[in-house]
Nanobody
Framework: QVQLVESGGGLVQAGGSLRLSCTAS????????MGWYRQAPGKQRELVAT???????IYADSVKGRFTISRGNAKNTVYLQMNSLEPEDTGTYYC??????????WGQGTQVTVSS
């Protein structure tokens, strides 16, 4: 089993920054990719950013230039540095991991609230 635990969410004013962290634990041999998704009230869950084991990254158009995804040296941790936050960034942010057998795991989510 693999468990993902997110942290770093909170309340911040527009223009501020937050750094989200997600750490995978359990029976992990390798992680092919990790990413962040978010879901705002009344909206579908959407991709924010992903990063692969070879450091390839993909960002949603809405966060390009503001957010940066990275992985820790242990490769079981992913970070999301969020700068210039906007009220539209408000939502629950979920960590996702795809492991070597291509099973997908999700964290429980961390709340990000950006006030105007």
């Amino acid at each position: 089993q693999v468990q993902l635990v997110e942290s770093g969410g909170g309340l911040v004013q527009a223009g501020g920054s937050l750094r989200l962290s997600c750490t995978a634990s359990g029976s992990i041999f390798s992680i092919n990719a990790m990413g962040w998704y978010r879901q705002a009230p009344g909206k579908q869950r959407e991709l924010v950013a992903t990063i692969t084991g070879v450091e390839s990254t993909i960002y949603a158009d809405s966060v390009k230039g503001r957010f940066t995804i990275s992985r820790g040296n242990a490769k079981n941790t992913v970070y999301l540095q969020m700068n210039s936050l906007e009220p539209e960034d408000t939502g629950t942010y979920y960590c996702k991991a795809v492991v070597s057998d291509f099973r997908t795991y999700w964290g429980q989510g961390t709340q990000v609230t950006v006030s105007s």
